[in-house]
């Protein structure tokens, strides 16, 4: 049950995978967690652990839904929070999975948190679709995802207003990177 006593919505799979074809302006993500343990993800991270070249198809049908929402003028932004020393898995993210992103157009920022304290960003990852649609990542603490939650009626306030903050305490990956 939800605060309010209603029944959470739940997402899976195509009912998930349209919001991301079907968002009209923009699509935000803050990710907070410093490790995600994702099924999908098990063989490429233990490649990279091992040392492996990241293959030259990696994330490709990412890379390529990324590339279509920007030739149409919407925007994907991401604001990723990181303390150092950088967790195996968000090194993974930097070698393997960003600079690919970014490369297919997606705004990656980076807000460090090592040296300062949080400004006020939540503990919860989620997705904000047009600036009206909220969506929870939940997560267990070692990273495995628990659901994706749609939120009822949203303070869609509270969202932007978080968003604006993570943007604001943020640099660009390949500002962060170098």
Avoid at 42 to 62: C, I, T, V
Avoid at 88 to 115: C, H, K, M
Wanted: proline share 7%; glycine share 6%; hydrophobic share 35%.
């Amino acid at each position: 049950m939800s605060v309010d006593g209603s029944s959470p919505v739940l997402l899976e799979g195509n009912e998930w995978k349209a919001y991301f074809r079907n968002f009209k302006h923009s699509a935000f993500r803050l990710e907070v967690h410093q490790t995600y343990t994702m099924p999908a993800e098990a063989d490429s991270f233990r490649d990279f652990l091992s040392g492996a070249q990241r293959p030259e198809s990696f994330n490709a049908p990412w890379h390529q839904t990324i590339r279509e929402h920007t030739a149409a003028g919407r925007t994907m932004v991401r604001a990723k929070v990181v303390r150092r020393p950088l967790t195996p898995y968000s090194r993974y993210l930097f070698e393997w999975g960003i600079p690919g992103n970014v490369a297919a157009g997606e705004d990656y920022q980076i807000v460090d948190l090592t040296d300062r304290t949080n400004p006020g960003l939540p503990e919860q990852d989620f997705w904000m679709f047009d600036e009206s649609t909220v969506v929870h990542l939940n997560y267990r603490p070692d990273g495995t995802q628990i659901n994706r939650e749609l939120i009822q009626e949203p303070d869609i306030g509270k969202y932007l207003a978080w968003r604006d903050l993570a943007l604001e305490s943020a640099v660009p990956f390949s500002v962060y990177r170098t």
